[in-house]
């Protein structure tokens, strides 16, 4: 019997700007202990049972790890590649990637592999191997080609066989696969040719392998959702030929064939495997854990956010992406047998318990049968007892979570909010997190030391609340300042008041040091720019010619790029100009300078193309822009006048309107051209005639 146990997120934040956001995860020599390397520039070592991070490491900006860090078991130190050809060697105690040792190699690196028992090894991508230390001897060494052209690794695995290192890789060729073994104690490099199925050629394939006895299981999922299971000898007859394997099939159906992303299967031993994607009724992703010795599904877990088909498992833990989070399932997969195969092993029970057995002999049990004379009775209060619980109502799953956070930890209740969310939606399920949200608001003005940050991000982000519906919810994160959450209730509730969006924009407005600070230590969601497109250069195109000040002045934007994205959240809120004014006129003088140079600078980055969009998910409209120009002048105009360093911007803005009259103006005239050379050609008879005109507007 197998089981899957409550998940839980080990890294909270999105991992790496890449498609699949981590390369991979692979053990520390420290138990319990594990880097995880995302796919752009950094390497993070996370203790599992703490669910925190030890220590983190990045290479320098325009550099990209090219494949996942490992440890190196012998000597305890940290191994990566970044640049395809550059290898970085470090420990705990260093902290800049870019001061340990450093070696370049002659040809582009695949992968390292480091297992217990042996050296790390490093696989180039033109498929030959070289042992850490003969290739650190001589960095720049010529590299042999040992696949052929035009054929790509895909796949490999290192492991033990008999005490001996032993390293498994597919690669693929026009729709082709082949499997390479080699053996480092003899040095033997044997090719096999894969038989996969017509309909197969073009997707790529899922594998997974383990070692039993003198074979190699390889198998992999097919285009067809089924598991296939090849059988490659460790030790070949003939290492010269390049021979060929058939493959059986091992389970069928386990996934949906028309499932072409999100899949991956991982062998957890001899008798159990874990696989990765939708199953063949469900379109939603899904975990689960098969039994293919007796062609069983013991266990599965439904994913809710999706998955990327990344899986990986180290001791009884299942690493995974589900959504952009990295989450650990632990599992438990007990000895194989039939019994556990159909769900009826018999569980040890502690000495002196006793448990009912599901299914009673009434002519064989004793105090259960027909012939002890406490049968009837028995039989009679066992009928009592399954009314009395059949009778008994339900309590609701949003009630039980309700009792829940009046009493428990954080952690507990945002496991069981987890579970609440992952249940079937009913139509009044956005009253019920309202009322969620109102238990933990109570309990957060009860005890001060009590802020479930985690649990009330998740509940803004069902799409299912307003401001009407939680007004207490913006109140407490103004007073803790949290302006992530500020930034997801201004996007997401249509009817916050102009106060409460006016006291938002105070805050983000606040002072550099405390904006530095905010950028260290929250993660704001970038809708504006990011730190690549933020600077504006080129800003000094416009309709009419900028005087040179004003240009160097635009040269880059006056906030930066996190809290740029917190003021685009404001210029997207719904407002009334009547209600909006009184409140704008509360700003301090420097605040409202430095949000009108924003805007400034918003315009110019605009006005430089007509069709131009800028950069972020949610990105103001020139219109927005334009508005809120107004609505800070006319609220602050007389006090913005007295501020001598908004001198110059006034200066710019004025031009800036007086611009803006003159493109209109033109605008209008092309209108009303258009207007009569319509009602020209209204009134025009051509009669079947053809005919050309050529018109000139000036």
């Not at 074979?215 to 999922?221: A, C, K, R, T």
């Not at 949200?437 to 479930?452: I, M, N, Q």
């Amino acid at each position: 019997m197998a089981a899957l146990e409550e998940e839980f997120t080990l890294s909270a934040v999105a991992l790496g700007a890449g498609p699949d956001g981590v390369l991979g995860v692979e053990p520390s020599d420290k138990t319990d202990q594990f880097l995880v390397t995302d796919s752009s520039r950094t390497v993070i070592l996370y203790k599992v049972s703490d669910q925190k991070p030890l220590g983190s490491w990045s290479v320098k900006q325009g550099q990209i790890i090219t494949c996942p860090a490992v440890c190196n078991f012998q000597t305890g130190e940290y191994i990566v590649v970044h640049d395809n050809k550059v290898l970085r060697i470090w420990n705990n105690e260093d902290v800049n990637l870019d001061k340990v040792f450093k070696a370049t190699l002659s040809a582009e690196v695949y992968r390292i592999h480091s297992i217990q028992g042996t050296e790390p090894v490093v696989q180039f991508k033109e498929g030959a191997v070289r042992g850490l230390e003969a290739l650190l001897a001589e960095p720049q060494q010529k590299i042999e080609t040992v696949i052929s052209d035009e054929e790509v690794i895909k796949w490999t695995k290192f492991f033990m066989v008999f005490r001996h290192p032993a390293l498994i890789f597919i690669t693929e060729k026009h729709g082709s696969y082949f499997a390479y073994v080699q053996m480092f104690n003899s040095q033997n490099l044997s090719k096999y040719t894969l038989s996969l199925g017509k309909e197969e050629k073009c997707i790529t394939p899922n594998f997974t392998a383990y070692v039993d006895r003198k074979f190699i299981s390889l198998m992999s999922i097919s285009s067809d959702g089924c598991i296939y299971e090849s059988l490659i000898p460790v030790y070949p007859s003939d290492t010269e030929k390049n021979q060929r394997v058939v493959r059986s099939q091992l389970l069928k159906a386990v996934v949906s064939g028309s499932s072409r992303t999100g899949v991956a299967l991982t062998v957890l031993d001899q008798d159990h495997i874990a696989v990765l994607g939708p199953p063949m009724p469900t379109s939603k992703d899904c975990l689960s854990i098969w039994n293919i010795k007796f062609q069983t599904l013991q266990t599965s877990k439904e994913l809710p956010q999706g998955s990327s088909g990344q899986l990986w498992y180290y001791g009884e833990n299942l690493f995974m992406l589900h959504g952009k989070v990295l989450t650990v399932i632990p599992y438990k997969c007990e000895v194989s047998s039939l019994a556990g195969a159909l769900g009826k092993l018999k569980h040890s029970q502690d000495p002196g318990t006793h448990t009912i057995p599901h299914f009673v002999n009434w002519e064989t049990s004793q105090g259960y049968g027909l012939g002890s004379q406490n049968s009837e009775p028995s039989r009679r209060i066992l009928r009592r007892k399954k009314v009395e619980v059949s009778l008994q109502p339900e309590v609701p799953a949003s009630e039980q979570l309700l009792s829940v956070i009046k009493k428990d930890s954080e952690k507990h209740i945002e496991v069981e909010l987890r579970k609440f969310l992952a249940v079937k939606w009913t139509p009044d399920f956005h009253t019920l997190v309202g009322d969620i949200v109102t238990g933990l608001l109570g309990r957060c003005k009860a005890e001060p030391s009590f802020y479930p940050r985690n649990c009330l991000m998740q509940l803004i982000q069902t799409h299912t609340l307003s401001y009407s519906l939680c007004p207490g919810l913006m109140e407490i994160a103004l007073e803790k300042t949290d302006v992530q959450m500020l930034q997801l209730c201004l996007q997401q509730f249509p009817d916050i008041p102009e106060l409460v969006t006016c006291a938002c924009l105070k805050i983000f407005l606040s002072d550099t040091k405390q904006d530095e600070k905010m950028e260290e230590q929250t993660e704001i969601l970038q809708n504006g720019f990011n730190p690549e497109n933020g600077n504006c250069g080129n800003c000094n195109q416009e309709v009419n010619e900028k005087p040179q000040n004003a240009m160097e002045e635009s040269a880059s934007c006056p906030v930066t790029p996190k809290r740029a994205a917190l003021l685009n959240a404001i210029l997207h809120s719904a407002y009334s100009e009547i209600f909006l004014l009184p409140h704008l006129k509360d700003i301090p003088a420097q605040h409202t300078t430095l949000f009108l140079q924003y805007l400034y600078f918003l315009y110019l980055k605009c006005s430089e193309n007509a069709t131009m969009t800028l950069p972020g998910i949610h990105p103001p409209t020139l219109s927005q822009i334009m508005d809120w120009i107004c609505l800070l002048l006319d609220a602050n105009f007389t006090v913005v006048v007295m501020i001598p360093e908004a001198k110059r911007l006034l200066i710019n803005l004025y031009k800036f309107v007086k611009s803006q009259i003159c493109v209109y103006s033109e605008l209008n005239k092309i209108e009303v051209s258009f207007r009569e050379l319509q009602k020209l050609n209204q009134e025009k008879n051509n009669r079947g005639l053809y005919s050309i005109e050529v018109l000139e507007l000036f």
